[in-house]
């Protein structure tokens, strides 16, 4: 008897463990499936700019969607930041903007993105070199200071940013975020996320030239030139563009204007 005791043990708390589990993923997909209520629409059409560029279809996928991303990932508070139901809308919002395409609500949404990390502000990351011997010294062993960063599994954001990217500064970094997100998920080409077929030669074509030109600008009008390192960054960078400042973009880039325009299924007012 006191040999199996301890298995029995451990076969209770594994199954208890796996009921848990389940519940909780249950609670997560009745959530996920409820519709918004009417003061949560009306916060989200008041603070997110590209509200009033969707149709009404696409306002209503765009609720969908944000509900599935609310509740289907897991939010951690960090470096004392109170996290409320609200910032977690808002970002939601944020990010769903790059998922309105036609039937995006039936696929997987940021697959790769399971838990989003939120600092109060811009947040310290360790320097990535190390000593390479014990009392070497280091001529820049500084930490890093980020406003965001996308790694395995996960999304890091300082709220203070998204609060600016809100009030329309030109930087949004959950756009960002995302859009690297969204590269992820095709690992055959950086710069490069799923796409139709239609509309892959021509991406190769506009984002590959558009891309050049940046390197070559000393000084661009619209584009930060952080997205001349990488077609990563590159695409992080032209979507920020897009959202955050359309008429511009549109006037000194059209050819690129017209492709994410196209790509993300929502057409900005340029006017
Ligand atoms: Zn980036």
């Avoid at 509900?67 to 409320?84: I, S």
């Amino acid at each position: 008897m006191t040999v199996w005791l301890p298995s029995l043990l451990a076969l209770l708390l594994a199954a208890g463990l796996l009921w848990q589990w389940r519940r909780t993923r249950q609670r997560r997909q009745v959530l996920q499936s409820e519709p918004l209520s009417e003061p949560e629409r009306t916060l989200l059409e008041t603070r997110i700019a590209a509200a009033a560029w969707m149709s009404p279809a696409q306002r209503a996928r765009w609720y969908q969607q944000v509900q599935r991303f609310r509740h289907g990932k897991r939010w951690l508070a960090c470096g004392g930041h109170v996290l409320d139901e609200e910032q977690r809308l808002l970002i939601a919002g944020l990010a769903c903007l790059l998922r309105l395409q036609d039937g995006a609500e039936q696929q997987p949404l940021f697959p790769e993105i399971r838990e989003l990390l939120i600092y109060p502000e811009a947040f310290l990351v360790p320097p990535l070199h190390e000593p390479l011997e014990e009392g070497l010294e280091l001529v820049d062993d500084a930490p890093d200071e980020r406003i965001g960063e996308q790694g395995p599994g996960q999304v890091v954001l300082s709220w203070a940013d998204v609060e600016a990217a809100l009030a329309g500064d030109p930087v949004n970094v959950v756009v960002h975020e995302f859009a690297h997100a969204l590269d992820e998920e095709n690992p055959a080409g950086e710069g490069a996320p799923p796409m139709p077929r239609a509309l892959a030669a021509e991406w190769a074509e506009v984002m590959g030239a558009e891309y050049a030109r940046l390197q070559r600008h000393r000084r661009p009008p619209v584009l930060d030139k952080y997205g001349a390192q990488s077609p990563g960054e590159f695409f992080g960078v032209v979507s920020e563009a897009y959202f955050q400042q359309p008429a511009a973009l549109h006037r000194h880039h059209p050819a690129l204007f017209s492709l994410l325009a196209r790509y993300y299924g929502l057409v900005a007012p340029v006017a």
